[in-house]
């Protein structure tokens, strides 16, 4: 192997997990998330000898797998869904504020909304993005990512009310 391979299996290796937990938001599906990966990191890899030189291929990766689900959102693809959920067994010593309980409700709360909606709250919100950012990943204008935004929210409150006291915490940790 040459040392421009090598550098792209360090990068493969080191930033694969995060790159899966950002497709992962954006799909809400593993396995869509572990192609949505695959696909950008093939992409990264053609490019290569042109981003190891500028220093941007992590930008890059993340750049075409919004590109990537977006398209992908136009081909008009029908994901996969469950008919209903599983009943949780009741159980009274059940911390309300456990972290695996808060990932499930938001998993499931972030599967009801529209695959624009979750792309839009993920990128603003987990990746920190701005308006405008968000709306040049993902070829769209801000109107749009401002009005998916609060569509979302919106959406957010009236499917998931259990998430509320997230919203309460997080605004009075400010």
Request: charged share 30%; glycine share 4%; hydrophobic share 45%.
């Given at each position: ?33 572990e192609d949505l ?83 839009v709250l993920v ?52």
């Amino acid at each position: 192997m040459d040392a421009s391979a090598d550098e792209f299996d360090a990068f493969v290796r080191g930033r694969t997990a995060a790159l899966l937990r950002s497709a992962y938001l954006l799909t809400g599906d593993q396995y869509l998330a572990e192609d949505l990966v695959q696909s950008a990191l093939a992409r990264t890899h053609r490019a290569w000898k042109r981003l190891h030189a500028s220093g941007n291929a992590e930008a890059y990766t993340r750049k075409v797998m919004y590109h990537l689900q977006v398209s992908w959102w136009r081909r008009g693809r029908v994901a996969e869904s469950l008919p209903g959920d599983l009943p949780e067994p009741a159980t009274a010593d059940r911390d309300p504020h456990d972290r695996s309980d808060l990932r499930l409700a938001l998993r499931a709360a972030l599967l009801k909304l529209s695959n624009k909606q979750r792309a839009v709250l993920v990128l603003r919100f987990f990746e920190d993005r701005t308006e405008t950012e968000a709306a040049e990943l993902l070829g769209v204008t801000v109107g749009t990512v401002k009005s998916q935004t609060a569509k979302a929210l919106a959406r957010l409150r009236t499917v998931a009310p259990e998430l509320a006291d997230l919203y309460v915490r997080k605004e009075s940790a400010r």
